[in-house]
């Protein structure tokens, strides 16, 4: 059983273009992300939910718009795409711990996005 | 700006090694402290999450803490090259916020 799962795992699109990315988590967390890995692999956080409620929203052009419609699922879509939005997104989850804290993140496979 | 400071290497240890990756922070008040592995073309996964101050042992990895020092580090005992990968330090600073260093690329030659 895959415990998060995004699609597509591979998206190659002209700039301008608009997609989205789905994930969904099967782990029964409450709290979910968006996190963006550049070329030289630094993992920054985008977005996170918990509970169907946004909680942190970052730095992040208005062209990025998250939807979660529920606890198990968070899906970003990207609007008038750009050559620099192009890198590997990852969606993760975790558990709240019982001080309101996140705790361990779990991973999905993440979604390689090239924009031409 | 809160950081996360991890040295990017690569680090390279023949096998058999003790691998040391070392990570700072900045935020005095973080309390949740992980370091996650990710191999070349997949996602980041869990090694250890540490708390406290010392140190926590689980097989050939060993996590340090010194919050006063505001300083954690991994060691990787028996260093295997399979163990050859991107190490990525990651500090809960409060909430629901993680921020990850940018990581240390260890190779480990057989």
């Known amino acids: 059983d895959t415990a998060v799962s995004q699609t597509p795992k591979y998206l190659v699109t002209q700039m301008g273009n608009d997609k989205s990315i789905k994930c969904e988590q099967n782990l029964g967390h409450d709290t979910m992300y968006w996190y963006k890995q550049d070329s030289k692999k630094f993992l920054k956080i985008m977005f996170s939910y918990n509970n169907k409620e946004l909680i942190i929203n970052e730095t992040v052009p208005n062209r990025f718009s998250p939807k979660s419609p529920d606890k198990a699922h968070l899906n970003l879509h990207i609007n008038s795409l750009e050559l620099g939005d192009s890198a590997v997104y990852f969606c993760a989850s975790s558990q709240d711990s019982p001080s309101g804290r996140a705790d361990t993140q779990y991973f999905g496979p993440g979604t390689r996005l090239t924009v031409l | 700006q809160k950081e996360v400071e991890q040295n990017s290497g690569p680090l390279s240890v023949p096998e058999g090694a003790i691998a040391s990756l070392n990570c700072t922070y900045s935020d005095r008040g973080s309390q949740s402290f992980f370091w996650y592995r990710q191999y070349s073309g997949k996602s980041p996964e869990l090694i250890m999450s540490?708390?406290?101050?010392g140190d926590k042992e689980d097989g050939r990895f060993t996590a340090q803490l010194n919050k006063a020092s505001q300083y954690v580090s991994l060691l990787i005992r028996d260093s295997q090259p399979s163990d050859s990968a991107t190490y990525l330090c990651a500090v809960n600073t409060g909430g629901f916020k993680t921020i990850f260093g940018a990581g240390t690329r260890l190779f480990v030659k057989a």
């Open positions: 540490i708390y406290s101050n």
